[in-house]
């Protein structure tokens, strides 16, 4: 139903239903759905024509691809997907500049890769979770500070590699929580005897223990889109003739036409 058609003349691209495409809101935020189809169905007749008689080629869009330097829910962001024509590997940069603008699609011969940058604990929402729960006994800032600068120092030697991701926790690609491993597990809790003790140390056992696997203690890391470009290949290949496309498109928009 997703169709990424490239026209291999002009090197450019057409994402025919953008909307149907991500876990995001795409259409036109003021206007019925409708309205925004016709006129996607109109852009569509408009980049046919101006590409009259160029080599089309449909473009695969590789699931799970989908990168983004801002949360989903942002109207107003670079996001990034990859594609690929059996061959070739490509990466799609979608923009919008303005919130009122249609979504832009570029295409970059080559490939991305994601670079963590940077891991580190959710301190603000430690010390608010810590404040919640030992509203009885409040730790003195002394053991808060001293637990935090543990948590940290232990995080800092983590392998990112070796830790269990939570997918669903964030809506930013490029922020991505995880689970602390066993043995880091271990030796936190082993050097929180250092700081807390009896049934201090008990109730931050609970703690961690009621945090770690989906909760306060979960892990943040960052990461940074890293965008390999490729040099465009000179060989084109022989690809489907344009009439078999053609043919096909009216169809399509003759059942959405009768859908609506
Ligand atoms: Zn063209």
């Known amino acids: 139903m997703n169709e990424l058609i490239r026209c291999i003349n002009c ?3 057409f994402l025919r239903t953008p909307f149907d495409l991500w ?11 409708e ?19 160029h080599r089309l080629e449909d473009l695969k869009i590789l699931e799970d691809s989908f990168v983004s330097e801002k949360n989903y829910f942002e109207p107003v962001k670079i996001s990034y997907f990859k594609a690929t024509n059996g061959k070739e590997s490509f990466v799609v940069k979608k923009f919008r500049e303005k919130i009122d603008e249609p979504l832009k699609y570029q295409l970059i011969h ?8 940077d891991i580190e604990i959710q301190s603000k929402e430690i010390v608010k979770q810590l404040k919640t729960e030992f509203k009885t006994s409040p730790l003195p800032p002394y ?9 940290q120092y232990i995080v800092k030697t983590i392998d990112i590699q070796k830790l269990e991701r939570i997918p669903e926790e964030s809506p930013n690609s490029l922020e991505i929580y995880y689970k602390i491993d066993d043995i880091s597990l271990v030796y936190l809790l082993r050097n929180c005897r250092n700081i807390f003790k009896g049934q201090e140390y008990l109730n931050i056992e609970e703690f961690i223990h009621r945090h770690k696997d989906d909760g306060v203690l979960l892990l943040k890391a960052t990461y940074k889109i890293q965008i390999t470009k490729m040099t465009k290949s000179k060989k084109v290949e022989k690809t489907r003739p344009r009439e078999a496309i053609s043919t096909r498109i009216p169809l399509k928009i003759k059942k959405a036409a009768e859908k609506g």
Do not use: V
């Open 11 to 13: 090197d450019e691209i």
């Open 23 to 33: 876990p995001e809101y795409e259409s036109c935020p003021n206007g019925p759905l």
């Open 35 to 53: 309205s925004f189809r016709t006129i996607e169905r109109d852009d569509f007749q408009d980049f046919l024509k101006s590409h009259h008689g």
């Open 110 to 117: 080559g490939d991305y890769s994601l670079r963590c940058t």
């Open 143 to 151: 053991q808060m500070e001293a637990f935090l600068k543990l948590f």
